[in-house]
Nanobody
Framework: QVQLVESGGGLVQPGGSLRLSCAAS????????MGWYRQAPGSERESVAL???????GYADSVKGRFTVSIDNAKNTVYLQMNSLKPEDTAVYYC???????????WGQGTQVTVSS
């Protein structure tokens, strides 16, 4: 089993910053990629930022230039630095990790990010 523990969500004013963290633990043989997704009320879950173990990254168009994803392979931890936050960034943010040859996917419990004045 793999456990993901997220932290760093909260309430921030427009233009502000937050940093999310997600630490993976348990039966981790090999991480293929880690990333962040988000789901706003009434919307489907969408990909925000992904990073491979080797450091290749991908971002949703809506967050390019504002969000930065990074990974600490030694700690099996992924981070999401979110700058210039907008009200439309308000959502529950979920951490995801893909592990092993079977590319098994695991999800965190989600952390609320609210951008409001």
């Amino acid at each position: 089993q793999v456990q993901l523990v997220e932290s760093g969500g909260g309430l921030v004013q427009p233009g502000g910053s937050l940093r999310l963290s997600c630490a993976a633990s348990g039966s981790i043989l090999s991480i293929n990629s880690m990333g962040w997704y988000r789901q706003a009320p009434g919307s489907e879950r969408e990909s925000v930022a992904l990073i491979s173990r080797g450091g290749s990254t991908g971002y949703a168009d809506s967050v390019k230039g504002r969000f930065t994803v990074s990974i600490d392979n030694a700690k099996n931890t992924v981070y999401l630095q979110m700058n210039s936050l907008k009200p439309e960034d308000t959502a529950v943010y979920y951490c995801n990790v893909v592990i092993g040859r079977a590319y098994t996917s695991y999800w965190g419990q989600g952390t609320q990010v609210t951008v409001s004045s």
